[in-house]
Structures are given as C-alpha cells and as structure tokens.
C-alpha cells in the first residue's frame, strides 16, 4: 500500500539526511505491517495453555470439546489439562460424533469415562443435548473448544447454544477457546431460520453459512439467550492470533482432522454447505463413498449430463462423471442407495468465486426440472434445513435465483447485526 511519501520526496532531491530519514520511516511502517498482518497463527488452546491458564487453575473445570481439541504439537486439550498442568476436570463433554469424534452422524451416544484420564464424559447427543444440572454439579468454569465448519446445521454450535443456556441458569461462566472455522469467515448465506423452525439445526436465527467462530457466534448467542430465554451467561472468549476473516485453513499452519466422520477434506468442508441440502432428498449425497458432500447422485441420474451442468456453475473449476455404490460403515451407517449403483459426479476443484449455498439450491432447481416424478423432497426435514415455511414451493415454481432474491433483505439485517460480534478483522 503507497504512502505517497516517496513520490514527494524524490520528486524534490532532498539531501542524504532527509532520504536517511524517509528510509528509515518506511522501514518502521513496512516492519509495523508485519507484524500486523503476518503475525504467526497461534490457535485458542494453544494460547489458553500456554498464557492464560494459571487465573483457572484452582478451579473445577467443565470440558465440552472433542477429537479437534488439540495443540498445535497435536495434544488433546484435556490430556494437557490433567497430566501436564494437573487441573481439575470435573467433567468431559461430547457433542454429536462423540468425545472421539469416530460416531456416524445422527447416531446416539452414551456417557461412558475417557480411559486415559478416568474422567466422567457425559453425552451432548443421546438422551439429553442439554448438560443437566446433575452433569454440572461442581462445574467453576466451563470450557469450550471445538474446530467447527461454519454451518448452521452442523450441530457442534449447537451444543455450544444449549451449553450456554444451562450454564446461565446454574451460574457456571463459560470460556471459548477459539478455533478456526475451516470455511473461513468471508462467506455469509442462506435463509434466516424462522421462530417456528427452530430446531437442533437451526437452534436459532442464523442463515446457513454464517461466516463467523465459535468464539464469535457464543457472544452473539448470549445476547440471543437473554432475549429469547430470559437468561444470562457469563462468557468469555481466548481469541486466536494471527486469524483473518479470509484466513483458510490450510494458512493456520494446522494438521488436518476430519471435523466429523463424512467431511474429509478442506474442499469437502467448503462445499458441504450447498450438498448437504441434498440430505432431504432422494438424491445421495455421497455417504458411503470415499468423498462424501463432493459426490452426489443416484440411479436414476444422468452422470454425463450433471457433469455438463454442474461445470457451468459459477466457482466449480473441477467436475468429472462418477459412478458409485453406498457402503455402510462406521462412518455412514445405511447410506442412500446402498449397494446400489449410483450415477453421478464427484467435485474436484472450486475457485474463491463459489458460492456453495447458491449452489445447493440451484442443485435442487435442476434436480426438479431435470427429473420429474422421480426427484423428490422430504418435506419436514427440508424446512429444517433451509429455515423456512414455503422455500421448497418458491423453489419448484420461481427456480433458484427468485428463491436466493426473497432472502437478500434478511440476510443483510443478519450481516448488520453480526457486525457488533465480530473479534477479527480482515487482513487488507
């Protein structure tokens, strides 16, 4: 960026003194840039360890997290906390996918007790999704440290939501060790999600890609908890350094975890929040392959012809025709079409122009006019994804584009409101 310093100077011949002195002043300014914008990425537990621990460290502490809870050295959070700093962990606890992060999606699970530690891990995704008050009987302080997607339906925020509700009524303050949200925080889309819509993927009013962190979305729900619930929480946030709105994630410097079982990869993650929208449909959205969210199809499909078609979308710089078969396992436990031989395609490369919301309702549209009477749509749980009353009508009769046109005007008043949350800044 010019100064408009050195234009001046030259143009009138200073002497060496003055043109030791502008050199001098443009090397403070170039090394104060630096430092601004090219500080080292340090992550949220990284910084809660090594800095901020000591004021907690009497305390009994309460853990939600789960696999991605890690150091940049790759320790888990409450490995450190109990063996290396000798806290006080009263209890662990999991969102869905488990403390381990292996569970297929939707699957309940139970309390058991981590085996390296003995400590008790108490279920956010079994018979309860709210820690009770049994389950927070000691609690001082709550911890919160999860790599999250930035996705509305992705349910690891929601946990955070109901975390924060609990721990307002019992007085506990929560603590958000920030992490990265892998699709950076730029990208802003989606739907609000009505009153009546409320749900655990829509837990309250978000749009789907919501382009904020954990650490920013719990202030942004703790005004939401006041306002809806009448409750107060105590919150407070570790923020990371170095961490840009446009930051990627392969920039943080961070080894790659799976942040649940069925997205596999950076590029899956990014694409995920358009391809999701294909679970309440009959088209599979690739669980049980090898790349889940960036396959899609089904028996019925055409290969060669959603080829063509997803090619024209605007961002989508990789494309090839993609026959599969659904296999269950552990990660995807009866799958859409399994055993059955699906034609499709398998996403390979998108460019900073991709808008993956836009894309996964475009993908609907043409699904509808490509395959009618065989294309079809699960009323209730479409309505939960996409957040609203009347979306899936609006979708089959004005297409894609008049269907992105009637949320605009929300959407902004959403952007508006988030402005007051917001922790980082861009880097330019």
């Known amino acids: ?235 407070d946030v570790v923020k990371m350094r170095g961490y840009f709105r446009e930051t990627s994630f392969t920039e943080t410097g961070l080894k790659w975890l799976d942040p649940s079982p069925n997205l596999r990869s950076e590029l899956a993650c990014l694409v995920y929040p358009g391809t999701c929208i294909l679970e309440n449909t009959n088209i599979a959205e690739g669980r049980g392959t090898v790349d889940p969210f960036l396959i899609f199809g089904a028996p019925f499909v055409n290969g060669e012809n959603l080829k063509n078609e997803v090619a024209s979308f605007p961002g989508i710089k990789g494309v090839e025709v993609f026959t599969f078969t659904p296999i269950s396992g552990k990660a995807a436990t009866k799958p859409k079409y399994e055993g059955e031989l699906c034609n499709g395609v398998r996403i390979t490369k998108i460019d900073e122009s991709f808008e993956s919301v836009k894309f996964g309702i475009w993908l609907i549209d043409h699904f509808a006019k490509e395959y009618p009477g065989k294309f079809e749509i699960k009323d209730r749980g479409f309505k939960l994804k996409t957040g609203k009353n009347g979306f899936k009508e609006l979708l089959l009769t004005q297409g894609w584009k008049k269907s992105v046109e009637s949320y605009t005007a929300e959407l902004q008043q959403f952007k508006n409101i988030r402005n007051s949350f917001l922790l980082y800044t861009n880097s330019r």
């Open 1 to 235: 960026m010019g100064t408009g310093l050195g234009k001046s100077i030259g143009s009138n011949g200073v002497g060496k003194m003055s043109r030791l002195l502008f050199i001098l002043v443009m090397l403070l300014a170039a090394s104060t840039g630096c430092a601004q914008n090219n500080t080292a990425f340090q992550n949220g537990p990284d910084i809660f360890l090594n800095k901020e621990f000591d004021k907690y460290a009497g305390k009994n502490l309460g853990v939600v997290t789960n696999h991605t809870g890690v150091t940049a050295d790759g320790k888990h959070l409450v490995d450190v906390i109990h063996f290396e700093k000798k806290g006080k962990i009263a209890a662990v606890f999991g969102p869905e996918h488990g403390f381990r992060g292996d569970e297929s999606a939707g699957k309940k699970i139970s309390d058991s007790k981590d085996e390296k530690t003995g400590i008790p891990v108490y279920s956010l995704y079994g018979e309860t999704r709210k820690p009770t008050p049994e389950m927070l009987k000691g609690i001082e302080l709550m911890i919160f440290s999860i790599r999250d997607v930035g996705v509305r339906y992705y349910t690891y925020i929601s946990t955070l939501y109901n975390v924060m509700e609990a721990c307002g009524e019992a007085g506990i303050p929560v603590l958000v060790l920030d992490q990265p949200n892998i699709i950076g925080c730029t990208y802003v889309d989606g739907p609000i999600v009505e009153d009546s819509l409320f749900s655990f993927i829509g837990i309250t009013a978000l749009p789907m890609s919501h382009g904020m962190t954990a650490g920013e979305l719990a202030l942004f729900f703790k005004e939401d908890i006041i306002k809806r619930k009448n409750i107060s929480c105590s919150v």
